[in-house]
């Protein structure tokens, strides 16, 4: 026996695929175009008003310059969808959000993320830097464990795990450490303690 599903069922395979299609086609009927780079990204442009329209899973982030234009996009989405507005974005993935409209700042930090990171690695007691590498630092393959016991050594240490955590960090807020990351990530098939 084979059934046909008529709709999408949630956490089947191709549920999020399907909404994913359902999404994109309501939103492009209401004149956004998607970003061909990052496909959860979409932007409409109407003489000088923009707003963009950031999806992540189920959740929305918009940003405008309009406030008109950000009601009118709120309103066509819950005539559309079932959604609650949550006001103003104060996190978004692990991201924080800082405002200070007088000044005309927007900011990001990723504070939590970087502390759970620190936890989660037993690396909470580190002492900080004021540079994320110095000129006396080197990396080589020579670093590399050349036998048993010395791979043996490093079997218990996530390296890849740590450089993944400090790639998602640089991506999204820490662009300052992008030397740094690549430099160890070249290492992640053999890392050695000093790396």
């Not at 890849?160 to 690549?182: D, E, H, K, W």
Request: charged share 20%; with cysteine; hydrophobic share 40%.
């Amino acid at each position: 026996m084979v059934c046909k599903l008529n709709t999408s069922i949630y956490d089947l395979k191709q549920a999020s695929y399907q909404w994913y299609l359902k999404f994109h086609g309501i939103i492009s009927s209401f004149g956004f175009y998607e970003n061909p780079m990052s496909v959860c990204i979409y932007h409409k442009v109407s003489g000088n008003k923009i707003c963009f329209l950031v999806l992540f899973v189920d959740d929305i982030l918009l940003a405008a310059n309009d406030r008109g234009l950000l009601h009118e996009m709120k309103q066509f989405l819950s005539n559309n969808f079932d959604m609650k507005d949550m006001g103003d974005a104060s996190y978004v993935i692990d991201i924080k959000i800082h405002r200070d409209r007088p000044r005309g700042i927007l900011g990001l930090s990723q504070e939590t993320y970087i502390n759970k990171s620190l936890e989660r690695f037993r690396m909470k007691d580190c002492l900080p830097s004021v540079a994320p590498i110095v000129k006396s630092d080197s990396f080589n393959l020579n670093q590399c464990p050349k036998n048993d016991f010395e791979g043996e050594l490093m079997k218990n240490i996530p390296y890849a795990s740590v450089v993944g955590s400090l790639m998602y960090a640089q991506v999204c807020t820490r662009p300052n450490i992008a030397f740094v990351v690549r430099m160890l990530e070249r290492y992640q098939s053999n890392p050695g303690i000093n790396h």
